[in-house]
Protein backbone atom coordinates (compact mmCIF):
# COMPACT_ATOMS: atom_id res chain seq x y z
CA UNK A 1 0.00 0.00 0.00
CA UNK A 2 2.68 2.20 1.23
CA UNK A 3 4.60 1.60 -2.18
CA UNK A 4 1.65 2.02 -4.18
CA UNK A 5 1.16 5.50 -2.97
CA UNK A 6 4.41 6.37 -3.45
CA UNK A 7 4.91 4.98 -6.72
CA UNK A 8 1.72 7.25 -7.42
CA UNK A 9 3.11 10.31 -6.21
CA UNK A 10 6.65 9.58 -8.02
CA UNK A 11 5.00 8.77 -11.15
CA UNK A 12 3.25 12.93 -10.95
CA UNK A 13 5.69 14.98 -8.97
CA UNK A 14 9.19 12.61 -9.09
CA UNK A 15 9.78 13.78 -5.99
CA UNK A 16 12.91 10.83 -6.30
CA UNK A 17 14.86 13.08 -7.98
CA UNK A 18 15.11 15.97 -5.61
CA UNK A 19 16.02 13.41 -2.95
CA UNK A 20 18.84 12.15 -4.88
CA UNK A 21 19.95 15.37 -5.76
CA UNK A 22 19.96 16.91 -2.09
CA UNK A 23 20.18 13.90 0.32
CA UNK A 24 22.11 11.41 -2.19
CA UNK A 25 24.72 13.56 -3.82
CA UNK A 26 28.88 12.54 -3.55
CA UNK A 27 30.46 14.19 -1.00
CA UNK A 28 34.00 13.56 -0.10
CA UNK A 29 35.34 12.54 2.66
CA UNK A 30 34.91 15.41 5.13
CA UNK A 31 35.13 15.89 9.03
CA UNK A 32 32.83 17.30 11.95
CA UNK A 33 33.76 21.39 10.94
CA UNK A 34 31.68 20.48 7.81
CA UNK A 35 28.17 20.26 9.91
CA UNK A 36 28.31 23.61 11.06
CA UNK A 37 26.13 24.62 8.00
CA UNK A 38 23.44 22.19 8.57
CA UNK A 39 23.61 23.24 12.40
CA UNK A 40 22.95 26.54 11.63
CA UNK A 41 20.08 25.39 9.61
CA UNK A 42 18.62 23.42 12.49
CA UNK A 43 18.80 26.02 14.47
CA UNK A 44 17.54 28.68 12.21
CA UNK A 45 14.37 26.13 11.73
CA UNK A 46 14.32 25.82 15.50
CA UNK A 47 14.18 29.69 15.97
CA UNK A 48 11.24 30.00 13.52
CA UNK A 49 9.47 27.54 15.09
CA UNK A 50 9.90 28.82 18.86
CA UNK A 51 9.18 32.35 17.27
CA UNK A 52 6.10 31.56 15.85
CA UNK A 53 5.09 30.15 19.13
CA UNK A 54 6.44 32.95 21.00
CA UNK A 55 4.04 35.71 18.90
CA UNK A 56 1.10 33.60 20.01
CA UNK A 57 1.38 35.68 23.20
CA UNK A 58 3.95 38.59 22.86
CA UNK A 59 2.64 41.62 22.63
CA UNK A 60 4.77 44.24 20.76
CA UNK A 61 3.71 47.48 22.65
CA UNK A 62 5.28 49.45 25.98
CA UNK A 63 2.73 48.38 27.92
CA UNK A 64 2.40 44.76 27.31
CA UNK A 65 6.09 43.11 26.00
CA UNK A 66 7.45 42.91 29.30
CA UNK A 67 4.22 41.10 31.21
CA UNK A 68 3.67 39.14 27.99
CA UNK A 69 6.78 37.76 28.27
CA UNK A 70 6.58 37.26 32.41
CA UNK A 71 3.08 35.38 31.42
CA UNK A 72 4.72 33.51 28.67
CA UNK A 73 7.56 32.00 31.37
CA UNK A 74 5.76 31.83 34.64
CA UNK A 75 1.73 31.16 33.46
CA UNK A 76 1.66 29.32 30.03
CA UNK A 77 2.89 25.89 30.15
CA UNK A 78 5.82 24.85 28.76
CA UNK A 79 6.28 28.88 28.11
CA UNK A 80 9.84 28.80 29.64
CA UNK A 81 11.13 25.89 27.74
CA UNK A 82 10.05 27.71 24.23
CA UNK A 83 11.18 31.23 25.34
CA UNK A 84 14.20 29.15 26.47
CA UNK A 85 15.12 27.52 23.69
CA UNK A 86 14.22 30.75 21.41
CA UNK A 87 16.85 32.93 23.82
CA UNK A 88 19.82 30.28 23.77
CA UNK A 89 18.95 28.84 20.45
CA UNK A 90 19.50 32.51 19.00
CA UNK A 91 22.88 32.85 21.18
CA UNK A 92 24.24 29.37 19.62
CA UNK A 93 22.84 30.32 16.23
CA UNK A 94 25.41 33.32 16.22
CA UNK A 95 27.88 30.94 17.10
CA UNK A 96 27.75 28.44 14.79
CA UNK A 97 27.65 30.86 11.61
CA UNK A 98 30.03 32.68 12.89
CA UNK A 99 32.21 29.43 13.09
CA UNK A 100 30.51 27.82 9.85
CA UNK A 101 32.25 31.23 8.07
CA UNK A 102 35.47 30.43 9.54
CA UNK A 103 35.84 26.59 8.47
CA UNK A 104 35.27 28.03 5.63
CA UNK A 105 37.64 31.03 5.21
CA UNK A 106 40.37 28.41 6.75
CA UNK A 107 39.37 26.14 4.07
CA UNK A 108 39.87 27.96 1.19
CA UNK A 109 36.31 26.62 0.67
CA UNK A 110 35.10 30.32 -0.62
CA UNK A 111 37.09 29.91 -3.79
CA UNK A 112 36.22 29.75 -7.49
CA UNK A 113 33.44 28.01 -8.17
CA UNK A 114 32.09 28.98 -4.71
CA UNK A 115 32.14 32.65 -4.77
CA UNK A 116 28.77 32.83 -4.49
CA UNK A 117 27.74 30.74 -1.86
CA UNK A 118 30.17 32.36 0.02
CA UNK A 119 28.22 35.81 -0.95
CA UNK A 120 25.50 34.80 0.19
CA UNK A 121 26.71 33.29 3.27
CA UNK A 122 27.86 36.52 4.11
CA UNK A 123 23.99 37.81 4.00
CA UNK A 124 22.87 35.44 6.33
CA UNK A 125 25.86 35.89 8.92
CA UNK A 126 24.82 39.75 8.60
CA UNK A 127 20.63 38.52 8.69
CA UNK A 128 21.75 36.66 11.51
CA UNK A 129 23.29 39.76 13.57
CA UNK A 130 20.27 41.47 12.67
CA UNK A 131 17.63 38.80 13.90
CA UNK A 132 20.17 39.04 17.34
CA UNK A 133 19.62 42.86 17.66
CA UNK A 134 16.24 43.03 16.76
CA UNK A 135 15.14 40.52 19.09
CA UNK A 136 17.20 41.94 21.85
CA UNK A 137 15.12 44.92 22.18
CA UNK A 138 11.66 42.53 22.45
CA UNK A 139 11.64 41.95 25.96
CA UNK A 140 11.62 45.79 26.96
CA UNK A 141 13.32 45.13 30.21
CA UNK A 142 16.15 47.98 31.34
CA UNK A 143 18.67 45.60 29.42
CA UNK A 144 17.33 45.51 25.86
CA UNK A 145 16.37 49.41 26.15
CA UNK A 146 20.04 50.54 26.70
CA UNK A 147 21.32 47.87 24.40
CA UNK A 148 19.05 49.58 21.48
CA UNK A 149 19.76 52.82 23.05
CA UNK A 150 23.34 52.33 22.25
CA UNK A 151 23.16 50.47 19.36
CA UNK A 152 21.13 53.12 17.61
CA UNK A 153 23.11 55.65 18.69
CA UNK A 154 26.11 53.85 16.88
CA UNK A 155 23.78 54.27 13.55
CA UNK A 156 23.98 58.25 14.69
CA UNK A 157 27.65 58.41 13.80
CA UNK A 158 27.83 57.54 10.13
CA UNK A 159 29.13 61.05 8.86
CA UNK A 160 26.21 63.50 7.51
CA UNK A 161 23.67 61.14 7.17
CA UNK A 162 23.61 59.39 10.63
CA UNK A 163 21.50 61.43 12.31
CA UNK A 164 18.64 61.09 9.70
CA UNK A 165 19.37 57.20 9.89
CA UNK A 166 19.15 57.42 13.15
CA UNK A 167 15.85 58.37 13.00
CA UNK A 168 14.79 56.22 10.77
CA UNK A 169 15.78 53.17 12.61
CA UNK A 170 14.15 54.21 15.52
CA UNK A 171 11.16 55.73 13.79
CA UNK A 172 11.76 59.14 15.41
CA UNK A 173 13.94 60.51 17.59
CA UNK A 174 13.31 58.56 20.65
CA UNK A 175 13.10 54.88 21.38
CA UNK A 176 9.31 54.97 22.07
CA UNK A 177 6.24 52.14 21.22
CA UNK A 178 7.46 52.94 17.59
CA UNK A 179 10.49 51.76 18.10
CA UNK A 180 9.52 48.70 19.94
CA UNK A 181 6.86 47.56 16.82
CA UNK A 182 9.18 48.33 13.71
CA UNK A 183 11.86 46.52 15.47
CA UNK A 184 8.95 43.39 15.91
CA UNK A 185 8.24 43.76 12.46
CA UNK A 186 11.80 43.19 10.53
CA UNK A 187 11.89 40.51 13.56
CA UNK A 188 9.10 38.76 12.56
CA UNK A 189 8.56 39.63 8.72
CA UNK A 190 11.31 41.04 6.84
CA UNK A 191 14.58 39.59 8.18
CA UNK A 192 12.59 35.79 8.44
CA UNK A 193 11.94 36.36 4.09
CA UNK A 194 15.59 37.61 3.42
CA UNK A 195 17.12 34.89 5.35
CA UNK A 196 14.69 31.78 4.12
CA UNK A 197 15.22 32.90 0.57
CA UNK A 198 19.26 33.15 0.44
CA UNK A 199 19.09 29.64 2.68
CA UNK A 200 16.88 28.48 -0.47
CA UNK A 201 20.12 30.11 -3.01
CA UNK A 202 22.68 29.07 -0.78
CA UNK A 203 21.67 25.51 -0.50
CA UNK A 204 21.08 25.15 -4.72
CA UNK A 205 24.81 26.92 -5.17
CA UNK A 206 26.07 24.10 -2.10
CA UNK A 207 23.96 21.18 -4.31
CA UNK A 208 25.02 22.42 -7.76
CA UNK A 209 28.75 22.57 -6.98
CA UNK A 210 29.04 20.00 -4.45
CA UNK A 211 31.18 20.54 -1.40
CA UNK A 212 34.99 21.08 -1.29
CA UNK A 213 37.15 18.18 0.36
CA UNK A 214 39.75 19.18 3.10
CA UNK A 215 42.44 20.37 1.78
CA UNK A 216 45.68 18.80 2.15
CA UNK A 217 49.07 20.25 3.58
CA UNK A 218 50.59 20.76 0.78
CA UNK A 219 48.07 22.78 -1.40
CA UNK B 1 34.95 -8.05 4.54
CA UNK B 2 31.40 -9.67 4.64
CA UNK B 3 29.32 -10.11 1.51
CA UNK B 4 25.95 -7.78 2.24
CA UNK B 5 24.00 -10.57 2.19
CA UNK B 6 25.01 -12.04 5.70
CA UNK B 7 23.07 -9.14 7.46
CA UNK B 8 19.58 -8.82 8.18
CA UNK B 9 19.76 -5.34 7.28
CA UNK B 10 22.04 -2.80 5.06
CA UNK B 11 24.17 -0.36 7.30
CA UNK B 12 21.90 2.00 5.09
CA UNK B 13 18.37 0.94 6.20
CA UNK B 14 19.97 1.04 9.62
CA UNK B 15 21.03 4.32 9.83
CA UNK B 16 18.25 5.18 8.08
CA UNK B 17 16.03 3.64 10.84
CA UNK B 18 18.44 5.57 13.87
CA UNK B 19 17.63 9.03 11.99
CA UNK B 20 13.74 8.17 12.21
CA UNK B 21 13.32 7.16 15.47
CA UNK B 22 15.94 9.92 16.74
CA UNK B 23 13.85 12.32 14.53
CA UNK B 24 10.55 11.35 16.08
CA UNK B 25 11.95 11.76 19.69
CA UNK B 26 12.68 14.98 19.07
CA UNK B 27 9.66 15.99 17.51
CA UNK B 28 7.54 14.63 20.50
CA UNK B 29 10.10 16.10 23.32
CA UNK B 30 8.82 19.75 21.30
CA UNK B 31 5.28 18.32 19.92
CA UNK B 32 3.91 17.51 23.24
CA UNK B 33 5.13 20.62 25.46
CA UNK B 34 3.41 22.76 22.08
CA UNK B 35 -0.04 21.05 22.45
CA UNK B 36 0.19 22.08 25.96
CA UNK B 37 1.74 26.11 25.36
CA UNK B 38 -1.27 26.24 22.49
CA UNK B 39 -3.96 25.00 25.24
CA UNK B 40 -3.15 26.72 28.31
CA UNK B 41 -5.37 29.83 28.21
CA UNK B 42 -8.14 27.77 27.37
CA UNK B 43 -7.55 25.37 30.60
CA UNK B 44 -8.03 28.52 32.91
CA UNK B 45 -10.50 27.59 35.76
CA UNK B 46 -13.47 29.99 35.91
CA UNK B 47 -14.75 31.86 38.68
CA UNK B 48 -17.46 31.13 40.85
CA UNK B 49 -21.08 32.25 41.26
CA UNK B 50 -22.37 34.96 43.57
CA UNK B 51 -25.85 37.45 43.97
CA UNK B 52 -24.50 40.54 41.65
CA UNK B 53 -26.41 43.95 42.30
CA UNK B 54 -27.69 45.09 39.21
CA UNK B 55 -29.57 48.34 40.66
CA UNK B 56 -33.06 49.83 42.26
CA UNK B 57 -35.92 47.96 41.91
CA UNK B 58 -37.68 51.28 41.68
CA UNK B 59 -36.04 51.84 37.84
CA UNK B 60 -38.32 49.20 36.61
CA UNK B 61 -41.02 50.09 34.49
CA UNK B 62 -44.31 47.24 34.54
CA UNK B 63 -44.36 44.91 31.59
CA UNK B 64 -41.25 46.87 29.28
CA UNK B 65 -37.61 45.23 29.79
CA UNK B 66 -35.57 47.96 31.54
CA UNK B 67 -31.77 47.34 30.32
CA UNK B 68 -29.50 47.16 33.71
CA UNK B 69 -25.45 46.71 33.43
CA UNK B 70 -22.67 45.06 35.84
CA UNK B 71 -19.52 44.27 34.70
CA UNK B 72 -17.76 41.08 35.54
CA UNK B 73 -13.66 41.48 36.27
CA UNK B 74 -12.34 38.80 34.42
CA UNK B 75 -8.62 37.35 34.47
CA UNK B 76 -7.72 37.51 31.00
CA UNK B 77 -3.78 36.56 29.88
CA UNK B 78 -1.24 39.06 32.69
CA UNK B 79 -4.51 41.07 33.20
CA UNK B 80 -7.79 42.01 34.87
CA UNK B 81 -10.00 43.03 32.10
CA UNK B 82 -13.59 44.66 33.19
CA UNK B 83 -15.90 42.62 30.75
CA UNK B 84 -19.82 45.00 30.74
CA UNK B 85 -22.73 42.68 30.49
CA UNK B 86 -26.45 44.15 29.87
CA UNK B 87 -29.16 42.55 31.48
CA UNK B 88 -32.90 43.45 30.75
CA UNK B 89 -34.96 42.72 33.37
CA UNK B 90 -39.05 42.43 32.93
CA UNK B 91 -41.60 42.40 35.89
CA UNK B 92 -44.83 42.85 36.53
CA UNK B 93 -47.23 45.76 38.15
CA UNK B 94 -46.38 43.82 41.63
CA UNK B 95 -42.89 42.90 41.03
CA UNK B 96 -44.32 39.56 41.71
CA UNK B 97 -42.51 37.73 38.47
CA UNK B 98 -38.80 38.86 38.29
CA UNK B 99 -37.64 37.95 34.62
CA UNK B 100 -33.65 39.00 34.40
CA UNK B 101 -32.53 38.22 30.34
CA UNK B 102 -29.22 38.11 28.90
CA UNK B 103 -28.53 40.56 25.85
CA UNK B 104 -26.23 37.21 24.36
CA UNK B 105 -28.29 36.23 21.36
CA UNK B 106 -28.39 32.05 21.70
CA UNK B 107 -27.67 32.01 17.83
CA UNK B 108 -24.14 33.05 17.92
CA UNK B 109 -23.53 35.82 20.68
CA UNK B 110 -23.39 38.94 19.28
CA UNK B 111 -25.43 41.63 21.37
CA UNK B 112 -29.47 42.11 21.46
CA UNK B 113 -31.41 45.20 21.78
CA UNK B 114 -34.61 46.38 22.91
CA UNK B 115 -36.71 47.87 19.72
CA UNK B 116 -39.25 49.97 22.06
CA UNK B 117 -41.43 50.75 18.94
CA UNK B 118 -42.01 46.93 18.12
CA UNK B 119 -41.60 45.44 21.62
CA UNK B 120 -39.04 43.09 20.71
CA UNK B 121 -35.35 42.28 21.03
CA UNK B 122 -33.73 42.41 17.68
CA UNK B 123 -30.07 41.19 16.63
CA UNK B 124 -28.74 43.17 14.22
CA UNK B 125 -26.32 40.43 12.78
CA UNK B 126 -28.94 37.41 11.43
CA UNK B 127 -32.00 39.53 12.53
CA UNK B 128 -32.96 37.55 14.91
CA UNK B 129 -36.34 38.45 16.92
CA UNK B 130 -37.12 37.98 20.21
CA UNK B 131 -40.45 38.77 22.63
CA UNK B 132 -40.35 40.40 25.57
CA UNK B 133 -40.10 37.42 27.58
CA UNK B 134 -36.72 36.27 25.92
CA UNK B 135 -38.83 33.86 23.23
CA UNK B 136 -37.93 33.72 19.70
CA UNK B 137 -40.33 35.33 17.50
CA UNK B 138 -38.16 34.88 13.95
CA UNK B 139 -34.75 34.42 12.41
CA UNK B 140 -32.64 31.74 13.37
CA UNK B 141 -31.95 31.68 17.40
CA UNK B 142 -32.28 27.84 18.82
CA UNK B 143 -33.99 28.93 21.83
CA UNK B 144 -34.88 31.77 23.94
CA UNK B 145 -32.77 34.16 25.71
CA UNK B 146 -30.96 32.94 28.39
CA UNK B 147 -32.05 33.88 31.96
CA UNK B 148 -30.53 35.01 35.56
CA UNK B 149 -31.56 33.76 38.36
CA UNK B 150 -33.59 37.06 39.74
CA UNK B 151 -34.49 38.25 43.27
CA UNK B 152 -35.14 41.94 44.90
CA UNK B 153 -33.99 42.44 48.11
CA UNK B 154 -34.06 45.56 49.83
CA UNK B 155 -35.27 47.31 47.05
CA UNK B 156 -32.28 46.22 44.95
CA UNK B 157 -32.29 44.14 42.28
CA UNK B 158 -30.07 40.95 42.50
CA UNK B 159 -28.89 38.27 39.94
CA UNK B 160 -27.12 35.07 40.40
CA UNK B 161 -23.87 36.12 38.00
CA UNK B 162 -20.85 34.28 37.52
CA UNK B 163 -18.13 36.58 39.08
Not at chain 1, 65 to 89: E, P, T
Not at chain 1, 114 to 134: D, H, K, M, N, Q
Request: aromatic content about 14%.
Amino acid sequence: MATRVLNWLEERAGLSAIYKAVLDRKVPKVNWWYTLGSASLFLALMQAVTGIFLSMYYVPTPEEAYNSIQYIMNDVAFGWLIRGIHHWGATLMVITVFVHMLRVFFYGAYKYPRELTWLTGVILLLVTLGFGFTGYLLPWNQRSYWATAVGTSIVSTVPLVGDFLMRVVRGGEDISFLTLSRFFGVHIWVLPAVLFSVIGIHLYLIIRNGISYVPRRDE
Amino acid sequence: MSKKSDYMISRRQFVGGVIGVLGAVMTALVGIPVIGYLISPAARKRGGFQWTPLGPASALQPGVPTPFSFSQLREVGWKRTKINHTVYVVSDESQNSLVALSDVCTHLSCKVRWIADKGTFFCPCHSGVFDKDGNVVSGPPPRPLNRYEAKIENGQIMIWAEV
